[in-house]
């Protein structure tokens, strides 16, 4: 899939939603279903192609993951609903400054069902030139991008090595049910490291996968976003390459 994918594309890039989506998928890891809406009639054909209770919220790198904007807006519930959260999110993108003057494309929004709400995680893996992959965990949003709240391991992972990537965040008790928190289903995000972990480690043309968010709850865990950017190298890594 990964050498097709580099015949149709030599100098790599980024996968396609499709394509990330079956390579995820090759590793038991199974995606949210979302579709990309470019104009609200799209919108709204998504919405009822789901049966409504969806979410509209906007994918672009410079609106997703902020938890200032209201770039998601969450169960809506028939066409009314729609047309208003879409007109709230192309004035939202306005004030950005996004170019919004073709609709609302700019921000990348896309339709996807509601999941329950949870505790939103980011998992992500990169190629590094002397380690090979390197897999990170983090909560989605501030925790990670500017506390610096992550953990690191280098596949393959042990038991032990997922779980302790759970334990040492300073945010794992909102994970374990502590401090009024419900708790979530830690075996299933450790199960997803090692998911994550394996692909990384069998593919050294995989130079950056991030899974975002990924929702956990007390009964299971949810997969809502994935970018996969892949790079010409060779089936085989250095065998010195992970050499301490």
């Given at each position: 899939?990964?050498?097709?994918?580099?015949?149709?594309?030599?100098?790599?890039?980024?996968?396609?939603d499709?394509?990330a989506?079956a390579?995820?998928?090759?590793?038991?890891?199974e995606?949210?279903r979302?579709r990309?809406v470019d104009?609200?009639?799209?919108?709204?054909a998504a919405?009822e192609?789901y049966g409504?209770?969806?979410v509209l919220?906007?994918?672009?790198?410079?609106?997703?993951?902020?938890?200032d904007?209201?770039?998601?807006?969450?169960?809506l519930?028939?066409?009314d609903?729609?047309?208003?959260?879409w007109?709230?999110?192309?004035?939202l993108?306005?004030?950005?400054?996004l170019?919004?003057e073709?609709?609302?494309?700019?921000?990348?929004?896309?339709?996807q069902p509601?999941?329950?709400a949870?505790?939103p995680?980011?998992?992500?893996?990169?190629e590094?030139?002397?380690?090979?992959?390197i897999?990170e965990?983090?909560?989605?949003?501030?925790?990670s991008?500017l506390?610096?709240?992550?953990?690191f391991?280098?596949?393959?992972?042990t038991?032990?090595d997922?779980?302790?990537?759970?334990?040492?965040l300073r945010a794992?008790?909102?994970?374990?049910?502590q401090?009024?928190?419900?708790?979530?289903?830690?075996?299933?995000?450790e199960?997803l490291?090692?998911?994550?972990?394996q692909?990384?480690d069998?593919l050294?043309?995989?130079?950056?996968?991030?899974?975002?968010?990924?929702?956990a709850?007390?009964?299971?865990l949810?997969?809502l976003?994935?970018?996969?950017?892949?790079?010409?190298?060779g089936?085989q890594?250095?065998p010195?390459?992970?050499?301490?």
């Amino acid at each position: 899939m990964v050498n097709q994918a580099l015949a149709r594309n030599p100098l790599g890039g980024r996968l396609s939603d499709d394509d990330a989506a079956a390579l995820l998928a090759a590793y038991g890891i199974e995606l949210v279903r979302q579709r990309r809406v470019d104009a609200l009639d799209e919108a709204l054909a998504a919405g009822e192609a789901y049966g409504w209770n969806v979410v509209l919220k906007a994918t672009d790198e410079r609106v997703r993951g902020r938890p200032d904007l209201a770039s998601v807006f969450r169960s809506l519930d028939g066409p009314d609903a729609m047309r208003r959260a879409w007109l709230d999110l192309t004035v939202l993108a306005g004030e950005l400054g996004l170019e919004t003057e073709k609709g609302l494309a700019a921000a990348a929004p896309v339709v996807q069902p509601m999941v329950p709400a949870g505790v939103p995680l980011r998992i992500a893996t990169h190629e590094d030139i002397a380690f090979g992959p390197i897999v990170e965990l983090g909560l989605a949003g501030i925790a990670s991008d500017l506390l610096g709240d992550q953990a690191f391991r280098v596949p393959p992972l042990t038991t032990v090595d997922a779980a302790a990537m759970v334990r040492d965040l300073r945010a794992a008790p909102t994970l374990f049910g502590q401090h009024g928190a419900p708790g979530v289903d830690v075996a299933r995000v450790e199960e997803l490291l090692h998911r994550v972990s394996q692909l990384a480690d069998e593919l050294p043309q995989l130079s950056w996968l991030l899974l975002t968010p990924c929702i956990a709850t007390r009964n299971g865990l949810s997969v809502l976003g994935a970018r996969i950017e892949i790079a010409p190298t060779g089936d085989q890594r250095d065998p010195l390459a992970r050499t301490l």
